[in-house]
């Protein structure tokens, strides 16, 4: 007689970049294996929600496609010609390399690469700890955070903020550029409990008719890089018909009346000549938030991907500060709250070996770096080894010509830590078989919310698959570089950053399963001063002194307007590139990460760029044509999607499908660009100006996206 299988639900978090950064409770079943994956009801904020992408986790853990052993390369780079070898083998390669890179370059000649493709403190940071002790190349992190927490942190002064809980005490919840029904589920939970218990109303603003546009009460589609010009016409109404909190904005901000006469030109009519919103939309918008003192402020990362984003970010930050929200429960706002945590990180990074006098790279600029731009190597030595973990930057930095240019280099050796063969691994030398979150210890805080939790091992993991830790360890002992961090299990990590952070022992964390570390309301709130030293909030900083994370100033940083404003920096449509185009998220993706899962690959189906009708029928093309999107960066081939929820002159293209999912290899990010932006850099995906026409392809150069191999057999260019 079969026996039924031992099904156990365990606590887990997470470990994907997202700020829900959810905690989740897992089947494992008979401890080998996992089952569904759900929300823990016990998490004040998932709520027993989370999307469903991770609630199919089994399909990614389990999937027959993971690299499971070493490998070396034993063909030209990109063909996927590989052969087995042992972990030995494979870390005495990679040191050799290192040390010959160094001999022969320096040790700056050396550059660790990573990025968010886990959370996890352990398994992400720890890369830097061998870095810094062998003064290799530092990386300033610039896909993700610079533009929108630099913007947040220019009028708050430090990154944290209204509980988010308190959406569901609001009044008025602004969804304000993030498609949060495909990012952020957890938001959208607490806004909806808000308008079925107390009537609130949503506001959604974004610059296509998302999912979760499709869901607000007020659905605001503007013209993409002209969010600070909404939000400076909002101000002008908010002062002009009696809305603005005088009493507040006396005591806690900077210069209220400069703001004021500053914004009296920054009328609707003026601001609708921009955005394309109607005057009528604008003057709604500012009176139902001048009107309602608990609105609530939920600013998300994708309007800050524009080359004017920190500046936007900024202006709408401000109206809430403007009408004095932030002293009501359910009022405020919130971009993230990864500031209110301060983890000690000094031993995960090794922050004792920090040699200040080493060169810090360019995260956005990695194609510039690798192909030998000067300015983009600080004159320095050029990069001839790379140790990559946790990002696939071959299919998701911008400038993906350069790119692949430098990886394709004969003179570069790639060691690539993963967990699917990605068009990253394909460049490498060395690939080694990465652990996933349920397959190790690692310690998680989210910025969406305020909880940090302990992701525990679970169940094995498959074949030779090694952690990122183990992988520090191998090194370290090959390369002579001496931590004590390196002699320690990852448990003993986490316990020493808790206690060393001010959260007490590992043990009392797992006794609680997860922490709440929201500050007090008076605090959260800034009813007690802003983070500057004067506790008042900045509608006038000092740009180049932004108290966040950077790497000094950079990008036209002296040109950027005082006061909020609508900063024309963006590039614009012209007549030979008439359109701009955003790359926004797809739902059952998560930048390149689910593109390996066969549920998620049905689901999107295929790259495509939506395109108003009008837009469409002026070109001759038709719904499912192929067309060519084209700048000066290079040249992308998708299908149409015609899409009234576009306005005219805008593409918006879901996703990051893998290059090899277009038509000659070539993927979304070939368009985008990688210089820095004001003030201290950053991508800015969402800011492309393009030309499209239809084009005669051939229908058997139409990729298909393998289901066992998740690449296509398409054309290299």
């Known amino acids: 007689m079969n026996q039924a299988p031992r099904i156990e639900r365990r606590a887990s978090v997470c470990p994907h970049d997202c700020p829900s950064v959810c905690s989740l409770e897992v089947e494992v079943i008979d401890g080998r294996t996992i089952g569904r994956v759900h929300g823990a009801k016990s998490n004040t904020y998932t709520a027993g929600v989370i999307c469903a992408k991770v609630a199919r986790y089994a399909e990614r853990i389990h999937n027959p496609d993971r690299l499971l052993y070493p490998m070396r390369r034993t063909g030209p780079k990109g063909l996927g010609q590989f052969e087995r070898i042992s972990w030995d083998e494979a870390l005495d390669i990679v040191a050799r390399k290192f040390l010959e890179a160094e001999r022969e370059f320096g040790s700056e000649s050396v550059w660790p690469y990573y990025y968010a493709g886990t959370m996890g403190y352990v398994m992400r940071d720890g890369i830097n700890r061998l870095r810094h002790v062998k003064k290799y190349s530092g990386q300033y992190s610039t896909i993700c955070t610079a533009m929108s927490w630099t ?7 430090h990154l944290r903020g209204a509980d988010p809980r308190e959406m569901a005490v609001s009044d008025c919840i602004v969804i304000w550029g993030t498609n949060a029904v495909h990012t952020q589920v957890n938001v959208m939970t607490h806004a909806m409990k808000a308008r079925k218990e107390r009537g609130a109303k949503i506001v959604a603003i974004d610059i296509y008719n998302n999912a979760t546009l499709k869901q607000a009460d007020m659905a605001l589609v503007l013209r993409p890089g002209t969010d600070g010009a909404l939000a400076c016409a909002v101000m002008h109404v908010l002062f002009r018909d009696g809305y603005a909190d005088w009493d507040y904005l006396e005591r806690y901000t900077d210069h209220p009346r400069e703001l004021e006469e500053h914004l009296g030109t920054r009328d609707p009519a003026w601001a609708s000549a921009i955005t394309g919103l109607s005057v009528d939309e604008i003057e709604a918008f500012a009176r139902l938030v001048g009107t309602t003192k608990r609105t609530y402020f939920r600013l998300g990362f994708g309007f800050a991907r524009q080359r004017n984003g920190v500046v936007n970010m900024h202006a709408a930050l401000s109206i809430p500060a403007v009408t004095g929200a932030w002293q009501y429960e359910g009022g405020g706002a919130l971009h993230s709250n990864s500031g209110i945590f301060h983890w000690n990180k000094a031993l995960i ?35 001839k080894a790379m140790l990559i973990q946790n990002t696939n930057p071959v299919s998701v930095a911008p400038e993906q010509e350069l790119v692949k240019q430098g990886f394709a280099r004969g003179d570069l050796f790639v060691c690539v830590h ?20 349920m397959e190790h210890d690692d310690l998680y805080s989210g910025g969406g919310h305020q909880h940090f939790q302990v992701g525990p091992k679970l169940i094995d993991p498959p074949g030779e698959c090694r952690s990122n830790h183990e992988v520090f360890r191998g090194l370290a002992e090959r390369l002579g570089a001496e931590h004590r961090g390196f002699a320690m299990e990852p448990r003993e990590i986490i316990d020493w950053t808790l206690q060393n952070s001010g959260w007490g022992t590992l043990e009392n964390l797992e006794a609680h399963v997860h922490f709440d570390a929201q500050p007090p309301f008076e605090e959260a709130h800034f009813l007690k001063g802003f983070g500057y030293p004067d506790g008042r909030f900045r509608f006038k900083p000092d740009w180049a002194k932004i108290p966040s994370y950077n790497n000094g100033a950079m990008g036209p ?22 359109f701009r185009l955003a790359t926004s998220p797809a739902r059952n993706f998560l930048n390149s990460s689910f593109t390996e899962t066969p549920t998620s690959l049905d689901k999107e189906r295929r790259p495509e760029v939506m395109i108003h009708p009008v837009d469409a029928d002026k070109q001759g093309i038709a719904e499912g044509d192929w067309v060519k999107l084209k700048n000066h960066r290079g040249e992308v081939f998708l299908r ?19 290059n090899a999912a277009h038509p000659y290899g070539r993927g979304i990010n070939t368009l985008t660009g990688g210089d820095q932006v004001a003030p201290y850099g950053g991508a800015a995906f969402h800011d492309n100006r393009v030309a499209l026409e239809k084009a005669d392809l051939d229908l058997s150069l139409e990729p298909l996206v393998a289901r066992k191999h998740h690449r296509a057999e398409a054309l290299v260019g």
């Open 151 to 157: 913007g947040y942190v220019a009028g708050t002064g």
């Open 349 to 383: 990074e090794g922050h004792d070996a920090i040699d200040k006098s080493i060169r810090v790279l360019d995260q956005s600029q990695i194609g510039r770096v690798l192909t030998g731009d000067p300015q983009a190597l600080y004159n320095g030595p050029p990069v």
């Open 418 to 437: 993963e967990q699917f063969m990605t068009e990253t691994a394909l460049m490498a030398d060395i690939v080694l078989p990465a652990t996933m979150f």
């Open 557 to 578: 940083w002296a040109s950027m307007p005082a006061l909020p404003d609508h900063w024309g920096v963006i590039e614009a449509a012209t007549e030979e590139h008439p």
């Open 640 to 658: 149409a999607k015609l899409f009234e929820g576009v306005r005219r002159g805008v593409l918006i293209a879901e996703g990051i499908w893998p």
